[in-house]
């Protein structure tokens, strides 16, 4: 028998041993382009969160300055119920010089809820038309307005955005605004 050469053999283990630390490299390395793909990703959640805050930052910011107004619907016409001449346009601001107390002023409410159930003086001339609920946009946040009873406000300025009549569907109640 020939006896193993010790070269050899210990060239065969330091061999093994850097296929050994070749793999293990490999796995290293993968492991760490998992790791940056996971800090990219990451990365860009951060970056969608911080959106989505400024965006609910945005929204909460509206939702202060909108209100809902009770109108007449005349043949497609927004006037107001209480004088049957004040005209509402969409995206056209309506505005009215601030006088002593509330004679003058527009009433809103800050929720469609509470709109819906709007009552007027017996005085006023639409009393008896068709009636629609408009969102606006009011120039002051909800907090500023100066209050009459629960959600209804008064200002002096606001700008129709849109008919929301369809708002007022809620289940187990007429879907008609109080007359």
């Known amino acids: ?11 065969e283990q330091m061999h093994g041993t850097m296929k050994a630390a070749l793999g293990d490299s490999r796995a290293l390395v993968d492991h760490i382009r998992g790791y940056e793909a ?11 969160a911080q959106d989505s805050t400024q965006l ?13 107004k009770v109108v007449a619907n005349i043949n497609g016409r927004y006037l107001s119920v209480f004088d049957g001449q004040t005209e509402f346009r969409m995206g056209e601001r309506v505005a009215r010089k601030p006088c ?5 002023a527009f009433f809103l409410w800050a929720s469609a809820a509470d709109a819906r159930s709007a009552r007027f003086p017996r ?6 038309a068709d009636r629609a609920l408009l969102r606006v ?34 289940p187990g109640q007429s879907n008609t605004i109080v007359k």
């Open 137 to 170: 946009r009011g120039d002051l946040p909800h907090s500023k307005a100066r209050h009459a009873h629960g959600s209804k406000c008064m200002l002096w300025t606001f700008t129709p955005c849109n008919d929301v009549s369809g708002m007022l569907n809620v």
């Open 56 to 68: 609910l930052q945005e929204a909460q910011e509206a939702r202060l300055h909108t209100y809902y």
């Open 100 to 104: 002593h107390g509330h004679r003058g």
């Open 38 to 48: 996971l800090q990219q990703q990451l990365a860009e959640l951060l970056e969608e």
């Open 1 to 11: 028998m020939s006896t193993p050469d010790p070269t050899m053999a210990r060239f």
């Open 123 to 128: 005085s006023s001339k639409l009393k008896h």
